[in-house]
């Protein structure tokens, strides 16, 4: 019984295969977009995208010819090819404005972005571009059933590049350039005052101001000392019940003793 429902599968397939290519091969136009229709309904992607690949110049100013643009950019967007889908829904929306699926165009144009965004710790010029994507989409569509879903994308894109610059604030500190951290680290609380990192963001500046005046030659060491406990100060005060409070205390506590040799003298 298997093996007979198998061997019906495989004619099946076989039957299905030599159609396609019988219709890629074919001068017939009609024939092409029905079965292109067909396997774009049994998400057969690549194949269907093939056949539109052939048809839709033929389509142009027709009245198929909107179904079509969108089909023919949904497969690349099914397909995994973000890149190509963006800028073809981006056409459909622009010669198609008042299209049913011009909402839906324009949000999967945005996602297509979000999608090619790297990880944060690569360049993140396609991070900026989805978000101001995403952004655009929500301002044309403030009402839009996909809303919520764009700005928890927005969301995700921003906390990229929260990650991005707070690594290399961070990345500063590790390699001991502590004036290059402590200004890397107050920019990133300026641009980013809402950030989940803000907790990390200060005691690593912190860190970075400790460092610093330790380390610095006599002439510099007092102001640096002041500096570094006024960014204790700052910590402490935002979050007196931080993890990192035990090491920032610990900080402090050499920093004062320090100070006080200058206080003395």
Not at 199 to 226: G, H, P, T
Request: glycine share 2%.
């Amino acid at each position: 019984m298997k093996q007979g429902i198998y061997i019906l599968l495989v004619a099946l397939l076989l039957v299905s295969c030599s159609d396609f290519q019988k219709a890629l091969k074919s001068e017939d136009v009609a024939d092409k977009f029905s079965m292109a229709d067909e396997l774009y309904e049994a998400e057969k992607w690549n194949k269907s995208k093939r056949l539109l690949d052939q048809i839709l110049p033929k389509y142009r100013g027709k009245p198929q010819a909107e179904k079509l643009t969108y089909m023919h950019a949904n497969c690349s967007y099914e397909m995994g090819d973000y890149y190509i889908a963006s800028y073809h829904f981006d056409k459909f929306t622009d010669i198609y404005p008042q299209s049913e699926k011009a909402e839906e165009a324009a949000f999967k144009s945005a996602k297509g972005y979000y999608f090619n965004s790297p990880v944060y710790s690569k360049e993140q010029k396609e991070t900026v571009e989805a978000i101001e994507k995403l952004q655009l989409f929500v301002n044309q569509y403030p009402n839009s059933k996909y809303l919520s879903e764009a700005n928890t994308l927005v969301k995700e894109l921003d906390f990229k590049l929260e990650k991005k610059a707070f690594e290399i604030a961070k990345q500063y500190d590790l390699i001991t350039d502590y004036k290059a951290s402590i200004k890397s680290f107050n920019n990133f609380l300026l641009e980013f005052p809402g950030t989940s990192l803000r907790d990390e963001a200060m005691f690593y500046r912190l860190d970075a101001a400790y460092n610093l005046a330790i380390l610095s030659i006599d002439q510099l060491k007092e102001e640096r000392l002041k500096d570094a406990i006024g960014y204790y100060g700052s910590f402490k005060k935002a979050y007196p019940n931080s993890e990192f409070m035990e090491d920032a205390n610990r900080m402090n506590k050499e920093l004062e003793q320090q100070l006080s040799t200058f206080t003395k003298s």
